[in-house]
């Protein structure tokens, strides 16, 4: 958030600055106008979570109804449902083993790509990019027949690798871009006192380019909770992932409104916490460190 | 492509020369050695994703070479080209390839379009500018299935859906709204989810406009439409391209939101759900695989494009640096 042009226009142009500040009032307006059409869906689910069933499923709807936290009780299990914590439980491991990988590959590769700068490095970030564009329904059959024959199927380790293939990419574009911020005169003061790769990207990379490695884990980490097709082909009760749970819970449960959206809110809180938090940092990285 | 010894010099404070030397052995020998080790680092990432990416689909292009049903793996035989004539011949598929570009194009340009609309009025100063934010953001945080279950069962539900509520308080009608207009209640609630993004990589560029050249044109006379038309845009481009290729790179392959609200149905399973049917549903293995085949072609296509956009940005980032 810098500066506006706004400011500058009214004191420039006394007689209409009136004018331009009533304008300006009715475009804040119209900006909150939106906002709030824009965020009223993601309201209107954490309000139906905290209903009970029947007031929950009414038109017109009901939204002065009394809150209860039924919807979550059932979601929890406390109804005889299945739990949903082995998912979560799943969810979490998948997203931050497959987070932890992508970082131990990405950091080297970026390392070589943007301070060594190795030869036709261009064409190996492109590369890179490349494999993202190539569509994931392409390659899941073989996936799923190798996993099939190995006795791999429904384990967490095959999401695990498969989420560290989908977010390498973006890693290493995300930290090239952060990495290439750092001044090479200052890795190189440390390479003439004699440390080594490791030592350099621990005590000179790391502390300079942390909040970008950080923005790039968080990117890596939402991905991987948020991911589907993979999940819903791949696994099956053992390593069940939250986003398969839940398309399995609608459909096995039948449809409970406050229910779903408890387990919605419940799903999404990690995601939308963190990305709240770091909302700055997420533009960086989802625009693979273009805009800064 | 630029060169590594003409890109160094300029990001450090030294001066270029001893940038250079420090890169460049002049022994040829320990230059090869030494080029092994510059390499070495990005090894692991790089054969990891050959081996992970690129081999299924080298399967998949093998695979769809054979007639091979799951339920009659005894009968998997050698064709050649016959999956791939059986897929252009296939109504379902064309239909499927037409409601991928539909559905692409559609929601690509529009969300880019209400992007920069709301980019443009978060760029002013007013109150509570860091709430509206926040608020637009939330779309874009929540976990795709949620969003579309959400959009699914608590707002187009034509009984006690959100939307009819509303339409039921000011007397309006009450459209089935997933089965009425399938393809558009996917649209609608993929424009929902990706405008977000849209607006924060613009919000990022119109933030980072050069603000001397807006006050200068300003001085000279030029208009709030001459401002936008002539400065604010051509410095938008590179921001609203990258926004359309990365929104293309996710919507084209989008699986949550046709899964969850349509199962495919009413003409909206895009290619990324048919290939799923037909593999995971029907257990037409070679068909799939030629489906998925045909994809990755159509995809190339696109993608040489896209490479070319963000080409052309990175070089100048790099340049820049």
Request: aromatic share 10%.
């Amino acid at each position: 958030m810098t500066a506006s042009t706004a400011p500058a226009a009214t004191t420039a142009v006394p007689p209409s600055a009136r004018r331009a500040r009533r304008r300006g009032a009715a475009l804040g307006l119209l900006a909150w106008f939106t906002g709030i059409v824009f965020v009223l869906p993601v309201l209107w689910m954490v309000l139906t979570s905290f209903h009970s069933e029947p007031d929950a499923a009414t038109n017109p709807p009901s939204v002065a109804a009394p809150l209860t936290l039924d919807g979550y009780r059932e979601f929890f299990g406390a109804g005889g449902g299945a739990s949903p914590w082995p998912p979560l439980l799943n969810s979490l491991g998948a997203s931050v083993f497959s987070t932890l990988f992508v970082l131990v590959l990405a950091l080297p590769a970026a390392y070589a790509l943007s301070i060594r700068r190795v030869r036709k490095w261009t064409d190996v970030m492109f590369f890179f990019l490349s494999t993202k564009m190539l569509p994931v329904v392409a390659g899941l059959l073989p996936v799923f027949l190798f996993a099939k024959d190995t006795g791999f199927l429904d384990n967490i380790w095959l999401l695990v690798i498969l989420y560290t293939s989908m977010n390498l990419p973006i890693a290493v574009w995300m930290m090239q871009s952060f990495l290439a911020d750092i001044p090479v005169s200052v890795i190189e003061a440390a390479q003439m006192d004699g440390a080594r790769l490791p030592t350099v990207l621990v005590r000179v990379i790391a502390p300079i380019a942390g909040p970008g490695i950080a923005a790039t884990s968080l990117i890596c980490f939402i991905f991987s909770w948020n991911e589907m097709l993979f999940a819903q082909v791949l696994t099956g009760v053992v390593a069940q992932t939250a986003p398969a749970f839940l398309t399995g819970f609608v459909t096995s449960q039948g449809l409970f409104l406050a229910q779903v959206c408890a387990a919605s809110v419940v799903i999404s809180l990690p995601v939308l916490a963190a990305g709240f938090a770091a909302q700055d940092k997420l533009v960086q990285g989802l625009s693979l460190g273009a805009v800064k | 492509m630029s060169n590594p010894t003409t890109a160094a010099p300029v990001r450090g404070p030294r001066p270029p020369a001893a940038a250079t030397a420090t890169r460049r052995s002049p022994e040829i020998p320990r230059n090869r050695a030494r080029e092994w080790a510059t390499r070495a680092p990005l090894m692991p990432a790089l054969i990891f994703l050959i081996v992970v990416t690129q081999l299924p689909f080298a399967a998949t292009l093998v695979i769809s070479f054979f007639d091979w049903n799951a339920f009659r793996p005894e009968r998997r035989e050698f064709t050649g080209l016959d999956n791939y004539r059986t897929v252009a011949s296939d109504e379902g598929l064309r239909e499927s390839i037409l409601t991928t570009v539909l559905l692409t194009a559609t929601v690509v340009i529009v969300s880019v379009v209400l992007g920069l609309l709301l980019a443009l009025l978060l760029d002013r100063r007013f109150r509570g500018r860091g709430l509206v934010r926040t608020m637009l953001i939330a779309p874009f945080l929540l976990v795709p299935v949620a969003s579309a279950l959400l959009w699914k069962h608590a707002l187009y539900n034509p009984e006690y859906g959100l939307f009819n509520g509303v339409l039921t308080w000011l007397g309006g009608p009450q459209p089935d709204w997933i089965s009425d207009m399938p393809l558009l209640a996917v649209e609608m609630s993929l424009v929902w989810q990706w405008t977000p993004f849209m607006m924060l990589i613009l919000l990022a560029g119109l933030q980072s406009r050069p603000l001397d050249m807006i006050e200068a044109a300003r001085l000279d006379g030029a208009g709030n439409w001459q401002i936008f038309r002539y400065l604010t845009l051509p410095h938008l481009r590179r921001y609203l391209e990258l926004g359309t290729l990365l929104g293309s790179i996710y919507i084209v392959q989008n699986f949550d939101a046709v899964f969850t609200l349509t199962r495919g149905g009413l003409d909206t399973a895009n290619l990324p759900y048919t290939i799923y049917e037909t593999f995971y549903n029907a257990h037409e293995y070679g068909l799939a695989s030629a489906a998925g085949v045909l994809v990755v072609i159509g995809t190339i296509v696109i993608a040489t494009f896209a490479l070319r956009v963000v080409s052309s940005l990175f070089r100048e980032e790099v340049s820049r640096a």
